[in-house]
C-alpha cells in the first residue's frame, strides 16, 4: 500500500522545479524575514538604549528640580513645606518612592507609590546644598527610584509593529511576485500607462486584466480602486476649497463680533466704574505698595475722606487704627513676598476703621486679589460695610436674651415654689383623707371622705397638667425609650378611668386587634397619661351610650423592627363642630364658653396630650359631629421588644432588692427614720408607715437626721425618708454628707419631695439617694418602694366599707370573732369567705392596725397568726 505523505512530498517536489515564482517567493520571504530579525534586533538595541537614556535624562531632571525645591525647607527645616514638596511629587506617577534625607542620613519625609506590582525602576541619588551670598550648605539628600514601566511597554510596542510591517511587507512582496509572473508584458504594460495617466490626472485608462480573476485581474481593479479614490480625493478638495471659502466668511463675521464686544466691554467698564460709585457699601482699591488707588462716593461717606485727598495715600495712614497698622505693614510684605494671608483674603471679617475725625467704628471686611494689565500686577480691592447699627440691634438682642432667660429662670423658680407650696398642704389633705377611708365610719362620713378624697386628687391632677404644660413650654419634658407590655398599659387606663364611666352608666370597651405585638419600645407613662386623659375627655362629655378604647394597626408600611400602632378613643357624646374643632388643642381653651360651665376643666388636658404625642413622633385627629360623639386618634411607631427585655427592663428599675424572697412568715419589725420640717405631713407619713406595722422615728430637718444616724449606727435604721426642702440643713447636704461615711453606704436613703420638676430625680441619684417620691405621697407608690428597698411584702390596705351599724354592736363582733376562730382552728376553707361577710364587724374590736395584720394573715393563708391575733380579744 502506497504511503500517501511520500506522494505529498512527490508533488511539492514537482511543484518546486516546475514553478519559479513559488521559488522565488519562498526565497525573497526568507530574505526579508532574515533582514528583519537583524533589522529588529538593531532597532530593539538602538530604541532600548535610547529610552534607557531619556529615562535616566527625566530622572536626573527631577532630581534636579526636588534638589532646588526642597534646598530651602530644608536649610529652614520646614517640615511642612518638605512634606508638601513630595506629596505633589506624587502627581508624577512615574515617581515610584522618593526619601528626603538629611546630612546625617535620617530620613525627614519618604513618598512611595501605593501600587502593589513589582515595578523596574531607575534609582538616582542626588545630594542638597542649600547656596546664599557667602557659601553652601549640605542640607540632605534625595534617593529616587524612577519607574522604567511605559519605556519597557513603548518599547514592546515599537518592536512589535516594526516587525508586523516588515512581516506585512515580506508577504506583499511575495504577492507581488505571483502577481508579476501571472501576466506577461502587456497587462503591466496597461497597468503602467493607466498609472502614468492617473499621475497626470487624466482619468480614461484602459486595463487588459480587467476580468481577470488572478493577480493580473487583481492589480487592474485596485488601479481602477485607485482612480476611483483619486476622484473622490479631488472632489473632495474641491469641497474643501469651498468650505475654507464659508469659513473665511465666518472668521470675518466672527472678527466684526469680536470688535463689538470690544466696544460694549468698554462701555461696561464704565457702567461698572458707575455702579462702584453708587455701590452701598465704601469700595476700596490699594496696589502692592499699600497705596489707595480707588475710592468711591460710599467711602467718602464712611470715612470722611474725598477721593482726590486720598488717591495715592498709604492705606494705614487713613482708616486703619493706630494699634493695627504695624500688622497691616507686616501682612503687606509677605503678599509683596508671594506669601498669601488667608485668614484676610476671599474671607468676610469684623475689624475696626477710623473715621477722619479720630473715631473708632466696627465694620465688615472683604478682600480680594484683582488681577490688573500685566501678567503679574495685580490689586487688592475691599468691599467695607459700616456696621455700628447691627452691632447696636445685636446688643440689644443679647440683652433681650438674657433678659428672657432670667425670665424663664424666675418661671421655673416660681413652679418649683408654687409646687412645693400647693403640694405641701395637699399631701396633708390626700394623706389624712387615705388614713380616714381605713377607719370605721358612718356611710355618711365615708361618704364625705371619699367626696374630699376625690376632690383632692382632682386637684392634683390639675397641678400636674400645669407643671406638665410649664414643662412642654420650656421644652424639658423628654420621652424615655424603654421596654414595656402593652396590655399593662391598656390595663392601667382601663383601671383607672372605668369608675368614672360605670359612675355615668355607660358601657365601656377597651379592644386590641389580634395582629398587634404586646412587646414593645417607648415611653408607656406618658402613652397611658395621654389615653387616659382621651378617655377621661369622653366620659366628661358622654351623657349616655359607650366609649371604646382600641388600638390596632396603623395604615403604612413600618420600617425592619419597628411597628406603626393606631390608638382610638370613639365616645357618643355631644360631638363638635368644625370650627370647635380647630381651637381643640389649644391651652386653656375649651370649644365653647358653655364647654366650661357644663364640664368643667382647665382646657390643658388636650393641650398637653397633643404635645406628648408630637414628642413621641405622632400627632393626634379628630372626627366628630355634633350631635353624633367624637373618635380621636394618633398614630405611633414604636421599635419591637419582646419579654426578656422586659423583665431587664423590671430588674433595673426595681433593683437588685427586688429578687430576694418577700417573707411570707410574719411580718419582721422594720425601723425608718422620717425626716420632714412640716408637722402635718410628719404626721400624715407616720400614720401610712405604722399602718404596715413600721416603727418611725420623726426628725425636723437634715441636720437632726445625720446626728440620729451618727448616734444609733449604720445598723438603727433599715431605710431613711428624707424630705429635701428643710430649714437648718435640707435632704441635699445632708445627704451630700451622709455618704462621706462610708459606714452609712448600705443604708437606702429615698428622696421626697414636692417640687415634682424636670431634673429632679437624677440629681437625688446622683447625689446618692436611691429612690425618689412625690408629694403628696400616693401609698401605693411609697408602700412599693418599701417593699423594695426593705426587701419584704407591704400592700395597700383598702379602705373601710361604712359601718353596718346591725352589725357594729359589741355582741355581734364578738360572736362573729368566735365564729372565725372555730372556722380557723378546723383549717376551714370557709375561713375567708366568713372573714369577708363579718370584717366589718370585726373591725369595731380591732385597731386598724390590727386589723390590717388579720387581712394579710388571711391573705396568706395563715391561719395560726389569725387565730393568734382573735384570742387578743378573749384575753388568752
Known amino acids: 500500500m502506497n504511503d500517501p505523505h511520500a506522494g505529498l512530498l512527490v508533488r511539492i517536489q514537482r511543484l518546486w522545479r516546475r514553478n519559479i515564482l513559488l521559488r522565488l517567493g519562498v526565497g525573497i520571504f526568507l530574505a526579508v524575514a532574515l533582514s528583519t530579525a537583524v533589522y529588529t534586533t538593531y532597532i530593539m538595541r538602538s530604541l532600548s538604549a535610547e529610552a534607557e537614556q531619556n529615562l535616566q535624562e527625566r530622572a536626573e531632571r527631577l532630581a534636579a528640580v526636588l534638589s532646588q525645591a526642597l534646598a530651602r525647607p530644608l536649610f529652614d527645616i520646614n517640615s511642612a513645606a518638605i512634606n508638601s514638596v513630595v506629596d505633589a511629587s506624587g502627581a508624577t506617577p512615574e515617581v515610584l518612592v522618593l526619601r528626603v534625607l538629611a546630612p546625617n542620613g535620617t530620613e525627614v519625609a519618604s513618598y512611595v507609590s501605593p501600587t502593589d506590582v513589582p515595578v523596574a525602576a531607575i534609582k538616582v541619588h542626588r545630594d542638597i546644598s542649600f547656596s546664599d551670598a557667602r557659601r553652601s550648605y549640605a542640607v540632605g539628600s534625595i534617593d529616587l527610584a524612577f519607574s522604567r514601566e511605559q519605556i519597557d511597554r513603548d518599547l514592546r510596542r515599537q518592536i512589535f509593529n516594526t516587525v508586523a510591517a516588515n512581516l506585512l511587507l515580506a508577504l506583499a512582496i511575495v504577492v507581488s511576485i505571483f502577481l508579476v509572473g501571472r501576466r506577461a508584458a502587456r497587462p503591466f504594460a496597461d497597468i503602467q500607462t493607466s498609472l502614468e495617466k492617473l499621475t497626470r490626472g487624466e482619468t480614461d485608462i484602459k486595463l487588459s486584466g480587467i476580468g481577470r480573476e488572478d493577480q493580473v485581474g487583481r492589480l487592474s481593479g485596485a488601479v481602477l480602486r485607485f482612480r476611483d479614490a483619486l476622484t473622490r480625493v479631488r472632489d473632495a478638495e474641491r469641497e474643501l476649497r469651498d468650505l475654507n471659502s464659508v469659513l473665511e466668511e465666518r472668521i470675518a463675521t466672527r472678527t466684526r463680533e469680536l470688535t463689538e464686544s470690544m466696544q460694549r466691554l468698554g462701555d461696561s467698564q464704565a457702567k461698572l466704574q458707575t455702579i462702584v460709585d453708587t455701590a452701598l457699601d465704601a469700595v476700596v482699591r490699594m496696589d502692592l505698595s499699600g497705596n489707595i488707588v480707588g475710592w468711591n462716593t460710599q467711602a467718602e461717606r464712611t470715612f470722611g475722606w474725598s477721593r482726590e485727598e486720598v488717591m495715592g495715600m498709604s492705606l494705614d495712614q487713613t482708616i486703619i487704627p493706630q494699634r493695627f497698622r504695624y500688622e497691616h505693614r507686616r501682612g503687606m510684605q509677605r503678599l509683596a513676598a508671594g506669601n498669601s494671608v488667608t485668614r484676610v483674603l476671599d474671607a468676610r471679617i469684623e475689624v475696626v476703621a477710623l473715621r477722619r475725625n479720630g ?126 407590655l402593652l396590655d399593662d398599659v391598656l390595663s392601667n387606663v382601663s383601671s383607672v378611668t372605668t369608675q368614672r364611666a360605670s359612675d355615668k352608666h355607660l358601657r365601656y370597651l377597651v379592644t386590641t386587634a389580634d395582629d398587634v405585638p404586646r412587646y414593645l419600645v417607648g415611653d408607656p407613662l406618658r402613652l397611658g397619661q395621654v389615653l387616659i386623659n382621651l378617655a377621661n375627655n369622653a366620659v366628661k362629655f358622654t351623657e349616655q351610650g359607650e366609649l371604646e378604647l382600641h388600638c390596632q394597626l396603623a395604615p403604612g408600611k413600618a420600617p425592619d423592627g419597628m411597628v406603626r400602632l393606631r390608638f382610638s378613643v370613639r365616645d357618643t357624646g355631644i360631638g363638635m363642630t368644625a370650627q370647635q374643632k380647630g381651637r381643640l388643642f389649644r391651652a386653656f381653651s375649651q370649644a365653647n364658653g358653655s364647654t366650661t360651665r357644663n364640664y368643667g376643666g382647665t382646657g390643658l388636658g388636650l393641650s398637653i396630650s397633643q404635645q406628648l404625642v408630637r414628642l413621641m413622633g405622632g400627632n393626634i385627629e379628630v372626627e366628630s359631629r355634633p350631635g353624633f360623639g367624637s373618635t380621636f386618634y394618633f398614630d405611633l411607631q414604636l421599635a419591637r421588644s419582646d419579654a426578656a427585655a422586659l423583665s431587664v427592663q423590671a430588674v433595673l428599675h426595681q433593683g437588685a432588692v427586688a429578687d430576694l424572697p418577700l417573707e411570707t412568715s410574719e411580718r419582721r419589725t422594720a425601723r425608718v427614720l422620717l425626716a420632714e420640717d412640716s408637722p402635718v405631713n410628719q404626721y400624715v407619713t407616720r400614720e401610712l408607715l405604722e399602718l404596715q406595722g413600721l416603727q418611725v422615728d420623726a426628725v425636723a430637718n437634715g441636720q437632726e437626721a445625720l446626728d440620729r444616724l451618727k448616734k444609733v449606727g449604720p445598723q438603727g435604721y433599715d431605710l431613711v425618708l428624707m424630705d429635701l426642702a428643710m430649714p437648718v440643713m435640707d435632704g441635699h447636704e445632708a445627704t451630700r454628707l451622709l455618704r462621706q461615711d462610708k459606714r452609712f453606704d448600705e443604708l437606702p436613703l429615698i428622696a421626697v419631695t414636692s417640687r415634682a420638676l424636670a431634673g429632679m430625680q437624677a440629681r437625688c441619684i446622683e447625689e446618692g439617694m436611691q429612690d425618689y417620691i412625690t408629694k403628696p405621697i400616693d401609698p401605693q407608690r411609697l408602700y412599693g418602694v418599701l417593699s423594695r428597698w426593705l426587701g419584704m411584702s407591704i400592700r395597700v390596705i383598702p379602705p373601710l366599707p361604712p359601718r353596718d351599724d346591725k352589725l357594729a354592736v359589741a355582741g355581734d363582733a364578738r360572736q362573729a370573732a368566735a365564729g372565725l376562730r372555730k372556722l380557723l382552728a378546723e383549717f376551714s376553707g370557709e375561713s375567708g369567705d366568713y372573714f369577708e361577710r363579718v370584717r366589718p364587724a370585726l373591725a369595731t374590736l380591732l385597731t386598724p392596725v390590727q386589723m390590717s395584720r388579720l387581712a394579710d394573715y388571711m391573705e396568706h393563708y395563715q391561719f395560726e397568726a389569725a387565730a393568734k391575733l382573735l384570742a387578743v380579744l378573749d384575753g388568752e
Open 359 to 484: 473715631d473708632e467704628f466696627p465694620i465688615e471686611l472683604a478682600i480680594t486679589k484683582v488681577r490688573s494689565d500685566g501678567e503679574h500686577s495685580y490689586e487688592f480691592c475691599a468691599f467695607i460695610r459700616d456696621i455700628s447699627d447691627r452691632r447696636e440691634r445685636e446688643q440689644k438682642l443679647l440683652n433681650a436674651n438674657v433678659m428672657a432667660e432670667a425670665a424663664n429662670i424666675a418661671k421655673s423658680e416660681f413652679l418649683a415654689n408654687m409646687s412645693h407650696e400647693i403640694r405641701t398642704p395637699m399631701s396633708a389633705v390626700i394623706g389624712m383623707a387615705y388614713l380616714a377611708l381605713r377607719t370605721e365610719m358612718t356611710p355618711k362620713q365615708h361618704d364625705y371622705i371619699t367626696k374630699i378624697h376625690r376632690a383632692a386628687l382632682s386637684l392634683l391632677g390639675i397641678i400636674n397638667d400645669i407643671l406638665d404644660f410649664s414643662k412642654i413650654e420650656a421644652g424639658r419634658l423628654e420621652v424615655e425609650q424603654i421596654p414595656f
